[in-house]
């Protein structure tokens, strides 16, 4: 059974600051991705990475898969209220009949403005 | 274009009883995946049905159960609920295989008292 953990589980920071989520296994992945989620909506895909040491951008949220394709970081420059939400990490494995993704428990942001 | 789209939003149901939440995926999409999100344990893959087929089931009992029709619709079944059944039901779906990410719906929030 593969295991994602993530870290730190809760978050709250002030508008303006920045920070790092981490997703962390002992299992290589084919692809990571990251989602955000709000109370009471289902998750939102932001980004896949598929290739180890590939960092992507979107906007002000910087995505990192290490090199060894095992583990994967968020970092968002100067947070903003609306960043707010449940950050989840899911690792793509092969599974019996195709990919198969495995969750971490996520972690939950608060920027306070 | 539509997005997933899950039914009912809410459930409420008594010990024993059986409920079927019902799941039209993204036009196009034929691979659709359920999952049990709650508090304690987040994301749980229940199972992924595509081309009417399921594909990969997760470790749960029996009384969990699912089907896909020929327009790629789904629907999940819980036959004797248990207070434990109680969580956010969602379904996702994606065009070939979930490596790249899943679209989600919003969920079925399904009460057991």
Known sequence: TQLLEQSPQFLSIQEGENLTVYCNSSSVFSSLQWYRQEPGEGPVLLVTVVTGGEVKKLKRLTFQFGDARKDSSLHITAAQPGDTGLYLCAGAAPGAGSYQLTFGKGTKLSVIP | ?113
């Not at chain 2, 024993?16 to 995946?33: A, D, F, K, Y």
């Not at chain 2, 004797?80 to 969920?107: K, M, N, V």
């Open chain 2, 1 to 113: 274009k539509a997005g997933v789209t899950q039914t009912p939003r809410y459930l409420i149901k008594t010990r024993g009883q059986q409920v079927t939440l019902s799941c039209s995926p993204i036009s196009g999409h034929r691979s659709v995946s359920w999952y049990q999100q709650t508090p304690g344990q987040g994301l749980q893959f229940l199972f992924e049905y595509f081309s009417e087929t399921q594909r990969n089931k997760g470790n749960f009992p029996g009384r969990f159960s699912g089907r896909q029709f020929s327009n790629s619709r789904s629907e999940m079944n819980v036959s004797t609920l248990e207070l434990g059944d109680s969580a956010l039901y969602l379904c996702a779906s994606t065009r070939q295989d979930p490596i790249y990410g899943y679209t989600f719906g919003s969920g079925t929030r399904l009460t057991v008292v």
